[in-house]
């Protein structure tokens, strides 16, 4: 693990996406409330904001940090599900893990929670949008899909 304690606490923020490819069978079953579970993009924000609470304890040698901000969004677009999450903190390290971590444990909600309507459902697309603070300086991804 690399030591940050010498490392000043910054404002920090960071923002990713998923993306989660739905056949139509399992976006039928979305849209029609048939899920025994419930409703899956709720039940996939929700879970994307716990995960970022714990990318320490996923990601062997990431930092627990205070979550000082999360907000998810799971979004149904066309041809399937988008995932946005933005982080914040406040530490002498970054949030993009737990940015990553966020939208990839609500993608795998999404998938978990629609399964029974299809095992081909796709995740994909995740990735670092945007970053701010610390020593390397704000980053912004150069396309979108």
Not at 26 to 50: F, H, I, N, T
Not at 84 to 113: I, K
Not at 128 to 136: A, E, I
Request: charge should be neutral; glycine fraction near 8%; hydrophobic fraction near 45%.
């Amino acid at each position: 693990m690399v030591d940050v304690s010498d490392k000043a606490a910054t404002a920090r923020e960071a923002t990713a996406e998923a993306w989660v490819r739905l056949p139509p069978e399992a976006r039928l079953a979305l849209e029609s409330g048939a899920g025994p579970k419930g409703d899956p993009l709720v039940v996939a924000q929700l879970a994307g904001l716990a995960g970022s609470k714990r990318t320490a304890d996923l990601v062997t040698l990431c930092h627990p940090i205070p979550v000082t901000g999360a907000e998810v969004r799971v979004t149904l677009e066309e041809g399937g599900v988008r995932v946005w999450a933005r982080v914040r903190t406040t530490a002498p390290t970054g949030v993009e893990m737990e940015a990553l971590t966020a939208v990839t444990v609500a993608a795998l909600n999404v998938y978990d929670m629609l399964k029974a309507a299809s095992k081909a459902i796709e995740i994909s697309g995740v990735r670092l949008l945007s970053k701010t603070g610390g020593k390397s300086g704000p980053y912004t991804a150069s396309d979108t899909f």
